[in-house]
C-alpha cells in the first residue's frame, strides 16, 4: 500500500483536492470514521430497536463538522433496503432531533460511554491475557457487524478470493513503481489471476468459479 501511495502521491492529491479542510471543516473529516461508524449504529442498530431516537455525542471534532448529514433523518423515518456487496442490509431510523453533543464531565451517560469505550480498548489489547478473557467474551457480543476489526476469512491467503487480491495489490505495487496507469488491461490480469488459483488446486474450483462470476 505504501508503495502504491508513493507512486501515484501526484494523482492522490489531485483526486482529493476537494476533500481539503475548507471554512466549515466538513471536507477535512470525511474520510473520518467517527461519521461512518455513527451511521452504522443509528441505521443499522438503534433504529431497528428503538422507534425515535435522541442522540448525544461527546464532543468530536469530526462529528459537530459532518452533523448536518444526519439532519434528514430528523422528524422522519428512514426506511430503505441496501446492497452490501453480498446481500441487502435493512436501514431504519427516526430522529427526535438533530445530534446534540455535550462534556463527559456534565453528562453521567458520556461517562459510561468513556468507561465502556477504554475497557473495549484495553481487551483488544490484552486478546488472549487471563484477566481479559470474561471481558472479551460479553465485548465480542456486543461488536456490532460493522466493527473494523479484520475478518480472517479475507486475509487468508490460503483462500482463493485473498489469493487474486493479494496479487492484484502486488500488481498495483509493481505499476506504481514504474508510474504506469494503475488500471490499463487490470481486468484481463485479474481474469488470468483467477484462471491460475483455478489451476492450482481442483478444491478451489468451486469458490474461485464464484469469485469469477461475482468479479464480472
Known sequence: MLRFARGYVA????KSEDLRADDNQTAKWTLDLTTSCLFSLILHGWGHRHGRLDILCDDSKPLK?????F???VDKT??????????NARI?????NPLRFGSSADNPTLQ???????ATADVLQHVGEEPYRDLLLWVGQHMHDH?????????????AGP??????????ARRADRGKDPLERMEEFYAQEVREVMSQSRGMRAPVKRLARSAR
Open 71 to 73: 439532519d434528514g433523518m
Open 147 to 159: 466493527t473494523t476489526l479484520p475478518i480472517d476469512e479475507l486475509a487468508d491467503i490460503r483462500l
Open 65 to 69: 463538522a459532518m452533523a448536518h448529514v
Open 163 to 172: 489469493r487474486v487480491n493479494l496479487a492484484v495489490l502486488k500488481e498495483f
Open 78 to 87: 428512514i426506511e430503505a433496503d441496501l446492497p452490501n456487496g453480498r446481500e
Open 112 to 118: 459510561i460511554a468513556d468507561v465502556l469505550a477504554g
Open 11 to 14: 494523482r492522490i492529491a489531485a
Open 92 to 96: 431504519r431510523a427516526h430522529l427526535v
